[in-house]
DNA sequence: GGCTGACTTGACATTGTGTAAAGTTGACAT
DNA sequence: ATGTCAACTTTACACAATGTCAAGTCAGCC
């Protein structure tokens, strides 16, 4: 645990995770900076503003948790079906781990456009492996008909949204392991043939 | 148009949903004030603090719009299948009325206690439209097994939460029509028995 | 005439972000 | 040993937005 060997660029961005991950409400830079054992302003010397600091971390979590390696899976699925839901298992079992920076990102979205900008980023490549897993399951003729590849792209973003996993799990009480499942689930209905 | 024979009140609570609604950013207290005619300070006679002014807002909207009637016909629907689909056509429709406010008032959670507890106010009587809409479906014996009531009104409930309105209405650009057309069908086969 | 309520004007406290400038400190090179 | 450099500290301030406070205006009304 000893955070003495480590620089003090990466104290920050450990001290930012820590607090915006748990959960105390709001984090200023203040508290960050305090976190890490050093004084505001010397954060400033690291990151231009609160918004870079935060993407920076977001870009931390996403090294420190190897989310490249947990996405990997569901690219190399045989199946369509696999591949869906190799997906809303990685990215589903990830949201937990990037909430608090998450939350953090989302508040800042209104007023600061750069922030806008990242985080739409890391939502558009979501996106993406929505449509891989889609184009996979039209490929195996396993599309639902009358629904667009676009639209089920759309329907499966959004069920793996962040805000829709805060409402499962924070608001409503789910563990994680039932909302992989009933996402799992309900995403399958959603997008398979068949059904009513 | 003419806002002269409305009272001071009425015509802050106007201006406050037209600035909100109008998607126009952050919208101010000052903003307000000056759409409203008045000195900003004049605004505080009114409303303690933004957050009061703008619960006072929704409930001004539900006044207007009258929500109670619009939820009046689920009530009334014979079947559950019925029932289900009308709150989805209530509910959704009205989604967009508040929208500006809704956002505001998102916005404030963090911060303002008070402002929390006035829209989880508003989310839980919609849960409860919900609840009733699926124990209409459970009596009529039309509730996936598997799937507890608790369950399935959650995810009858997120569905039909604002962000995935915003994601899919505004990010994504489905039409009205078509979001209510593609939640109805989505809820249908998560929550009715059959699929698979 | 004088009171009252609604509103205005101007000043100020507060909170958090971000900028700026000057000083300290320790490591390292020569 | 001395000088330099980078990292950090301290202090101070600008800024936006909310909210408070006090004094003043003004119309209507008893």
Redesign the pocket.
């Given at each position: 645990m000893s955070s003495e060997a480590l620089s003090?660029r990466t104290r920050i961005l450990k001290s930012a995770w820590d607090l915006l991950e748990s959960g105390a409400g709001?984090t200023?830079?203040?508290d960050i900076a305090k976190a890490a054992?050093?004084?505001?302003?010397?954060v400033?010397?690291?990151f231009?503003?609160?918004?870079e600091l935060l993407i920076a971390t977001t870009r931390y979590i996403d090294e420190v948790k190897d989310v490249d390696a947990r996405l990997a899976a569901s690219r190399s699925a045989p199946s369509g079906e696999a591949r869906l839901e190799a997906f809303i298992a990685a990215w589903g079992n990830y949201i937990p781990e990037i909430y608090g920076v998450a939350c953090a990102l989302m508040a800042l979205e209104d007023s600061d456009p750069e922030a806008r900008l990242a985080w739409d980023g890391r939502m558009t490549a979501v996106r993406e492996g929505c449509a891989a897993a889609v184009t996979a399951l039209q490929r195996d003729g396993m599309l639902q008909e009358g629904l667009s590849p676009e639209e089920a792209t759309d329907l499966l973003w959004v069920q793996l949204s962040v805000p829709v996993w805060e409402q499962l799990v924070k608001t409503c009480g789910w563990s994680q392991a039932r909302y992989i499942e009933l996402t799992t689930q309900t995403a399958r209905r959603a997008l398979l043939p068949g059904g009513r």
């Open positions: 003090t709001k200023r830079m203040s054992g050093i004084s505001r302003q010397a400033y010397l690291h231009p503003n609160r918004a």
